[in-house]
């Protein structure tokens, strides 16, 4: 079987030359591919429902999918071609994005005291999926074969380059497996038989309470290794202005006229470090999002502009025939993409379950359909991680409240509308940007378009299904806006929806948040993730740098960038390992939590001091050599 250069472009026809020819036809959506990656979806599916709720960010699944794809089907069972791992891959990063719009949204109507149903969020996560899928489909010729040159699609040519190593005899999944092992080994040796903590905090009286702290678990050592060092040094500095200056600050200021401009009461003398940074900083945190987003939105305007025309005159002009149409442009029927759209938007109003009217369900589709343009065409340019969801849902929550406020609508039920709309925008654009990726990776291999829609369709039903139950598990073992886990941008949502409804956001504590994130865009710095360090508690904001910088170090140590990418490749596979093991653990320790089994298994009871910090340290600085071991261990190999 001939195999081309992915991507390449031929001089005489100036055309797309993908590593499948169309003509060559080998097993693509095949029942092993779809169980297999049903089976990832739900997996990595509840890693990412985990791991944004209590980061407050999220990481793809496609890389380490698509390895464990090729181990399985191509290793273990020795017949899986490279379109059924491309499959594979697919429906596995349907569920991780899926679960990232929920997780961002979702938990608000928790924490508005309206008690979301599992029914609900199946619908929600359903529904929104499958409106960012259709909408996205008559934009993929024009985002991923016409303006190939242009748009360079990190993730999905990184995934393509991935699978293609592997069909050829590279690629190998043992980093991400040891880590996964690794990752929950440490879960349940440290949470289950409570050998150790995990976390050390300080907090110093003398000067006013600032804290500093750090969550030392393997959750935090992958995801900053991931998020690399430039991204957790903002999140670290987000972290120590709110811990270190804004609360001391706020505890020395209480009771002035300059504290009560603030609303800094004499009670915050009484509080604690943890307990200012619920009642005040936290709003300059929220104040710091809310701009950031605002400004990454704006920075996206242009190509907001640009991909609504590039959108419309698709829709004009392509998919008037499916038939003779080559295999590598066979999408899904412009009906079922019409009709199918149509019908969600009914369902929408008529199904009693959303609460949703005629305008609430117009303006949940109108958002959605704006966004998951403006979405399809930016991870194009810069990323599904770069991505500004946040700033995208919030201008759409935002708006959505107010035209509800304005009609009169401030109760339960406008709130609850407005959540509602909210996260049907969120899982929108979350999914269609999954799936832009996901079509540009196929177009790069060759893949037949419909099997890749479809397999993104049956991926985000199955995530769908199960989305509640680990909220509700999850919620019921740690409690959602928790220390433990925080829920960061639902909890955002939530505090605006309500602010905008009965007038009671802390509007100066708020205007100091957006002051701050203006001062670091002055400064020629993306705002976000200071302010969503500011936002977190700082055991979070503060842990990512330690990955981070392991990150960082890997890179300057390795001069040679063949051999660079080789081991950052590897360690990458390792983190992603660490972050899975960790999650999965930490669900599995949480039904235990909720069954009362947990108790029978403390080897120590809990105890402070110094004592207890060492026996932290030790084993997370054990754990960090084995990342480091795990990228250097290529070179030994090299020489």
Same mark, same amino acid.
Request: glycine share 12%; with cysteine; hydrophobic share 50%.
């Given at each position: ?315 004009? *002009? ?65 990323? *599904? ?255």
């Amino acid at each position: 079987m001939k195999k081309n250069t992915p991507g390449s472009t031929s001089d005489a026809a100036n055309e797309f030359v993908p590593y499948i020819r169309p003509e060559q036809t080998i097993p693509e959506f095949t029942l092993q591919a779809v169980v297999l990656g049903a089976v990832l979806s739900l997996t990595f599916g509840m890693v990412n429902a985990y791991l944004g709720l209590k980061v407050g960010l999220t990481v793809s699944a496609s890389i380490p999918s698509a390895v464990i794809s090729m181990t399985v089907l191509k290793g273990i069972l020795r017949r899986g071609t490279i379109l059924e791992n491309n499959i594979v891959h697919t429906i596995a990063s349907s569920g991780e994005s899926l679960a990232a719009g929920v997780i961002f949204t979702v938990p608000a109507l928790i924490f508005l005291g309206l008690a979301p149903s599992g029914f609900l969020i199946f619908l929600l996560g359903a529904t929104g999926g499958l409106l960012g899928i259709l909408m996205m489909i008559p934009l993929r010729h024009n985002l991923t074969i016409r303006e190939h040159a242009i748009l360079p699609f990190p993730e999905g040519t990184a995934c393509a380059k991935v699978l293609i190593a592997g069909d050829t005899g590279g690629a190998n999944a043992r980093p991400v497996f040891i880590g996964i092992g690794l990752g929950a080994a440490y879960q349940f040796v440290m949470k289950g038989l409570h050998l150790w903590q995990d976390t050390v905090f300080w907090s110093f009286a003398r000067l006013h309470k600032a804290s500093i702290g750090f969550e030392l678990t393997p959750i935090f050592l992958g995801v900053g290794y991931l998020i690399g060092p430039r991204i957790a040094s903002l999140m670290l500095l987000g972290g120590m202005l709110g811990w270190s200056v804004l609360i001391p600050v706020f505890d020395l200021l209480a009771g002035s006229s300059l504290g009560q401009l603030f609303g800094l009461g004499d009670a915050v003398h009484q509080l604690s470090a943890f307990e200012i940074w619920r009642s005040d900083v936290r709003y300059v945190g929220a104040g710091a999002v809310a701009t950031g987003g605002m400004v990454s939105l704006i920075r996206a305007l242009p190509a907001m502009r640009q991909s609504l025309e590039v959108a419309l005159t698709g829709l004009r *002009t392509r998919n008037a025939d499916q038939q003779d149409v080559i295999r590598t442009e066979q999408d899904l029927s412009p009906t079922v993409v019409v009709g199918g759209t149509v019908a969600l938007g009914l369902a929408l109003w008529l199904i009693p379950t959303f609460h949703l009217g005629l305008l609430e369900a117009l303006l949940a589709v109108g958002f959605a359909f704006v966004f998951v343009v403006v979405s399809s065409r930016m991870v194009g340019l810069i990323g *599904t991680t770069s991505q500004p969801v946040s700033g995208m849902t919030i201008s759409a929550l935002l708006a959505t409240s107010l035209i509800l406020a304005a009609l009169g609508r401030t109760g339960p039920e406008g709130m609850g509308a407005a959540i509602t709309c909210g996260a049907i925008v969120c899982i929108a654009i979350a999914l269609s940007g999954d799936m832009s990726q996901d079509l540009k990776t196929g177009a790069l291999l060759g893949a037949t378009p419909r099997y890749l829609q479809l397999g993104e369709m049956l991926g985000t039903g199955i995530a769908a299904l199960r989305a509640g139950w680990v909220l509700f598990l999850l919620h019921q073992a740690y409690t959602l806006g928790s220390e433990a886990l925080p829920a960061p941008q639902a909890k955002l949502m939530a505090t605006l929806v309500q602010g905008v409804m009965h007038g009671e956001l802390p509007w100066a504590l708020m205007l100091l948040g957006g002051g701050l994130a203006l001062v670091i865009e002055a400064m020629g710095v993306p705002s976000l993730a200071f302010a969503i360090g500011l936002y977190l508690p700082v055991t979070t904001s503060a842990s990512l740098i330690l990955g981070g910088l392991v990150s960082g170090w890997v890179k300057r140590q390795t001069p040679n960038p063949d051999l660079y990418q080789q081991q950052h490749e590897r360690a990458t596979l390792f983190a992603s390992g660490l972050i899975a093991g960790d999650a999965l653990m930490g669900i599995g320790i949480a039904g235990l939590v909720v069954s009362g089994l947990d108790r029978g298994l403390a080897l120590r009871p809990e105890a402070t001091g110094p004592l207890e910090y060492a026996f932290t340290i030790i084993p997370f600085a054990a754990l960090t050599w084995g990342l480091l071991r795990m990228a250097r261990s290529l070179r030994e190999v090299s020489k």
